[in-house]
């Protein structure tokens, strides 16, 4: 590593600075793979650690560190995703992705809440929505893998395959079968306007107890998911009918007439978030069928909630 003398004009070495450089491409990649920004965190300190680790002579042979990281940090997820129907057998109730906040609004989970490192943040587009976690979720890790990082990220196969360990032609049969199923579950999108509306319509409709002004907005057959994580009380088991949902949801407010929702984007998305005594207990995303409501997830597992703001 250069000293101080030959380091750039900010102080830092050049080589450190590149390699930090990467942080917000490993935690995007992590975050779609896992589905969980904790755990991408994670994947993102072992990879540099084992940078760091490496002797000097190897760390002098690596023409692209970017590629290196990427490259570690998809292995160190896909033996997570591995792993992770087992851990998910020990989880209590129904397992929904991490829900993420609008940039402006994200805090990293200390006392008071202040601004993230821009570095940290995770890109908002289509491929963060939680119609579009969900489904990659139901994937396998090999799917996931090969699909994310070539379709999201525009990998190679070539460089895919050096990744998940099979051939190119594998890899792309992987990511063809995960297109079937993302293209499977997709309705055709409303635009993003009336998304917005409809969301706001059912968050009055919430608050003012109307059941039947609720069942309008959704579904026939819409889904209901709640993730509490055994840590808070969330509906133990999916929610199927739209009558059922709009019924529960004002059961909810009734018990607890303290309530603040508020509307807000998640995961890119129109989205609502339920606050009591200022601090976030419910982040709501939703799909949409038309200009209904089709499947509605709730996140009420506070561990999944740390990066949400209080008031």
Same mark, same amino acid.
């Given at each position: 590593?250069?000293?101080?003398? @030959?380091?750039?004009?900010?102080?830092?070495?050049?080589?450190?600075?590149? =390699?930090?450089?990467?942080?917000?491409?490993?935690?995007?990649?992590?975050?779609?793979?896992?589905?969980?920004?904790?755990?991408?965190?994670?994947?993102?300190?072992?990879?540099?650690?084992?940078?760091?680790?490496?002797?000097? *002579?190897? @760390?002098?042979?690596?023409?692209?560190?970017?590629?290196?990281?990427?490259t570690v940090a998809s292995r160190i997820c896909l033996d997570l995703l591995r792993s992770a129907r087992a851990r998910r057998e020990s989880y209590v109730g129904e397992? =929904?992705?991490?829900?993420?906040?609008?940039?402006? @609004?994200?805090?990293?989970?200390?006392?008071?809440?202040?601004?993230?490192?821009?570095?940290?943040?995770?890109?908002?587009? *289509?491929?963060?929505?939680?119609?579009?976690?969900?489904?990659?979720?139901a994937m396998t890790p090999a799917e996931r893998v090969a699909f994310v990082l070539h379709d999201v990220f525009r990998y190679s196969f070539t460089e895919v395959a050096?990744?998940?360990?099979?051939?190119?032609?594998?890899?792309?049969?992987?990511?063809?079968?995960?297109?079937?199923?993302?293209?499977?579950?997709?309705?055709?999108?409303?635009?993003?306007?009336?998304?917005?509306?409809?969301?706001?319509?059912?968050?009055?409709?919430?608050?003012?107890?109307? =059941? *039947?002004?609720?069942?309008?907005?959704?579904?026939? *057959?819409?889904?209901?998911?709640?993730?509490?994580?055994?840590?808070?009380?969330?509906?133990?088991?999916?929610?199927?009918?739209?009558?059922?949902?709009?019924?529960?949801?004002v059961g909810i407010t009734g018990r607890a007439p303290d309530l603040t929702i508020l509307e807000r984007t998640v995961n890119g998305q129109p989205g609502l978030v339920?606050?009591?005594?200022?601090?976030?207990?419910?982040?709501?995303?939703?799909?949409?069928?038309?200009?209904?409501?089709?499947?509605?997830?709730?996140?009420?597992?506070?561990?999944?909630?740390?990066?949400?703001?209080?008031?």
């Amino acid at each position: 590593m250069k000293n101080q003398s @030959e380091a750039g004009d900010d102080g830092l070495d050049p080589s450190l600075s590149a =390699i930090m450089s990467e942080r917000r491409q490993l935690i995007n990649v992590g975050y779609r793979l896992l589905g969980s920004l904790a755990d991408a965190e994670d994947v993102v300190q072992e990879s540099y650690a084992r940078w760091y680790a490496m002797p000097r *002579e190897r @760390e002098a042979t690596i023409d692209n560190p970017g590629a290196w990281l990427t490259t570690v940090a998809s292995r160190i997820c896909l033996d997570l995703l591995r792993s992770a129907r087992a851990r998910r057998e020990s989880y209590v109730g129904e397992w =929904i992705p991490e829900p993420l906040p609008d940039h402006r @609004e994200w805090i990293d989970g200390q006392p008071g809440g202040r601004a993230a490192d821009p570095a940290d943040r995770v890109t908002l587009d *289509e491929s963060i929505s939680m119609a579009f976690m969900v489904v990659l979720d139901a994937m396998t890790p090999a799917e996931r893998v090969a699909f994310v990082l070539h379709d999201v990220f525009r990998y190679s196969f070539t460089e895919v395959a050096e990744i998940v360990g099979r051939t190119p032609a594998a890899c792309r049969q992987l990511a063809s079968s995960a297109r079937r199923r993302i293209d499977a579950s997709q309705a055709p999108a409303a635009p993003a306007a009336q998304r917005a509306d409809v969301v706001r319509d059912f968050k009055q409709a919430w608050e003012a107890k109307d =059941i *039947e002004a609720l069942i309008g907005l959704l579904d026939p *057959e819409a889904t209901g998911i709640g993730d509490g994580g055994g840590l808070v009380n969330a509906a133990p088991h999916p929610i199927s009918g739209g009558e059922k949902i709009a019924r529960y949801l004002v059961g909810i407010t009734g018990r607890a007439p303290d309530l603040t929702i508020l509307e807000r984007t998640v995961n890119g998305q129109p989205g609502l978030v339920v606050q009591q005594d200022g601090v976030t207990v419910d982040v709501m995303a939703f799909d949409f069928a038309g200009d209904r409501i089709s499947r509605l997830w709730a996140v009420r597992n506070p561990e999944k909630l740390r990066t949400w703001p209080t008031c």
